[in-house]
């Protein structure tokens, strides 16, 4: 359920996701766009949409990506004026084609098809994505699985670039009936670089959905591909499942200084989701690398709010919003 503040407590939010007073620490910046982003409202999309000329590309995705969460059409234009400036950083791009995707209205469809053939792959991968997924929502299957939704409640409330391969949807058998050939099963079909994108994140969710131990061994199988975009999403997915069996695969990608910072960004707020103890000496360390990109030591700081943030013993956390995201303290 949304939640609802008061008149002065919104411009306090806008404030301090803004930076008005030029003295917010990143980190607090984002608490105050996890809450608006639970307000789910106009004004939220209204406020959230003023952050687009900040300089921190880590901030302007999540804004795009919280606009996307929000589903309101009424952040389409902005979406599309981020998607449209190729001087904006690919990563924010990248997460508003996706937004556009998350809101799936088919006014879309034309606009996402015209960067199919973006220099930047992670945004032509990621319209192409978006461009099924709006598609899918409006097919017979789509339609069936959305009225099928409301009789469990699903494990992640996000909405997803893509559905969990069909069979495997929120709400399907509890983990301990699915086979290890089922998990196989979707494993090849994860790796398969014959298959569409889509199809491969269909089976990227279905084994987010299933969640054992072997279903994070298969989804870090999908580290050794070559496209960023697809790396960062399982990155993203271990963010939302929070196995500690992930943790070795993602401090070997979060150090990896040859792989692309939006994985390595992913990578490090997931192990602040997760945030079991081992970790927070890396993030730390990747805090304050000099060597390192200011996306990385960026997710890093925010990283260290959320693995504190997990292990203060407070309650408040954004359930399921993105991964364990820490929702509102303004
Ligand atoms: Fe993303
Ligand atoms: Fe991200």
């Known amino acids: 359920m949304a939640l609802t503040v008061s008149l002065s407590e919104l411009r306090k939010l806008e404030d301090c996701l803004l930076n008005t007073s030029g003295d917010v620490p990143l980190h607090t910046r984002f608490r105050a766009l996890f809450t608006l982003k639970g307000l789910k409202s106009e004004d939220a999309v209204k406020i959230i949409s003023k952050g687009f000329s900040d300089p921190s590309a880590l901030l302007k995705h999540e804004l795009a990506y919280c606009l996307g969460q929000i589903n309101k059409t009424s952040a389409l234009p902005i979406l599309e004026a981020v998607l449209r400036d190729t001087s904006e950083d690919p990563m924010v791009r990248h997460e508003a084609a996706e937004a556009m995707g998350a809101i799936s209205h088919p006014s879309s469809v034309p606009i996402l098809k015209e960067f199919l053939a973006d220099p930047e792959r992670s945004v032509r991968e990621t319209c192409e994505i978006a461009i099924a997924k709006v598609e899918w929502d409006n097919s017979e299957e789509g339609k069936r699985h959305r009225s099928s939704k409301n009789d469990d409640v699903p494990a992640y409330t996000s909405i997803d670039p893509a559905p969990a391969t069909s069979g495997l949807l929120r709400g399907a058998p509890k983990s301990e009936e699915i086979s290890e050939d089922t998990v196989e099963k979707l494993k090849k079909e994860l790796v398969d670089t014959n298959l569409s994108l889509f199809q491969r994140y ?46 070795p695969c993602l401090l070997k990608v979060l150090q990896d200084s040859q792989e692309s910072e939006m994985v390595r960004h992913e990578a490090a707020e997931a192990l602040g989701g997760i945030a079991t103890p081992e970790v927070l000496p890396y993030l730390r360390e990747w805090m304050n690398r000099e060597d390192a990109p200011r996306v990385v030591r960026e997710s890093c700081q925010v990283a260290m709010d959320m693995w504190e943030y997990e292990n203060s013993g407070e309650f408040q956390y954004a359930n399921g919003l993105s991964g364990s995201r820490p929702i509102a303290v303004a």
């Open 202 to 247: 269909r089976a990227m969710f279905a084994l987010r959905d299933i969640g054992t131990a072997a279903a994070v061994d298969a989804l870090a199988s999908g580290f050794c591909d070559d496209s960023a975009l697809f790396k960062h999403e399982i990155a993203f997915i271990f963010g939302q499942m929070l196995s500690p069996h992930s943790v």
